[in-house]
């Protein structure tokens, strides 16, 4: 702010106006620090192991046996559905640039999630693996997929920025991925007929993985200050 901007702010909202703005940029400045961002960073691994604790707890408390119509139907083709079609179209963040360009994002990366677990699901070659078929074919999943959004989005033109500040976030949360699915895979309680226990406990995990990333998009968007100005998405100008 000028010096001219600045007297004319006092002269408009006088000193308590000043107070309340230096307060504001103080705590804006304290969000965006390395230390502030660790702590958001680790809540949402916490976030992410307290949801599949939880929806494994579900699973250890059921009486019932997993079918294989409960890996067709899993809730996290469902909840791709309901956030691709319902929620992310009306989705609004701080510039109408940011809002296109990260509703693209999150429908690539959801598309693409949901294409490679459908033929992960569909192509039922998990009934005959083992365990360490299981944990690699997992890992080519998680990898296949990242590769897959990574490169539609540059070929429909989302800006490198967006995508690299958005991997380094989800970068946080994959090692957790790998430790939670390696550890369905190599545990005796998840051992039954045909996979089926060990695949929809490695669905229950992704499924967080998903919430996790929804849940950051807007902290990554409203982190990225003068890098995205000038350039232009789908009609709309970054201001």
Same mark, same amino acid.
Do not use: A
């Given at each position: 702010m000028k010096f001219s901007d600045m007297i004319e702010f006092i002269g408009n909202y006088g000193f308590s106006g000043v107070l309340f703005l230096i307060i504001t940029t103080i705590i804006i400045g304290f969000f965006k620090t390395d230390w502030f961002q660790g702590i958001l960073s680790?809540?949402?691994?916490?976030?992410i192991e307290k949801m599949?604790?939880?929806k494994n707890a579900e699973i250890k408390t059921s009486v019932k046996e997993i079918s294989e119509s409960d890996i067709d #139907?899993?809730?996290v083709i469902k909840f791709i559905d309901f956030w691709l079609y319902s929620k992310v179209p009306t989705f609004i963040?701080?510039?109408d640039y940011r809002t296109a360009v990260f509703r693209?994002?999150?429908d690539i990366y959801l598309k693409a999630y949901k294409k490679n677990i459908r033929e992960f699901v569909n192509s039922g070659e998990f009934k005959k693996m083992d365990d360490a078929e299981i944990w690699k074919t997992s890992l080519s999943l998680i990898n296949k997929t990242i590769y897959d959004y990574e490169s539609e989005m540059r070929r429909q033109?989302?800006?490198?920025?967006?995508i690299e500040k958005m991997k380094v976030? #989800? #970068?946080d949360t994959l090692t957790l991925t790998i430790d939670l699915i390696n550890g369905v895979c190599n545990s005796r309680f998840y051992s039954s007929e045909n996979n089926l226990l060990k695949v929809y406990s490695i669905l229950n995990i992704l499924l967080s993985i998903l919430e996790n990333t929804i849940m950051n998009s807007e902290p990554i968007c409203n982190s990225i200050n003068g890098q995205l100005k000038g350039l232009e998405f789908d009609g709309k100008i970054e201001p």
């Open positions: 680790r809540f949402g691994d916490f976030y599949v604790s939880s #139907n899993h809730d963040f701080s510039t693209k994002y999150l033109g989302i800006p490198d920025i967006i976030k #989800n #970068n």
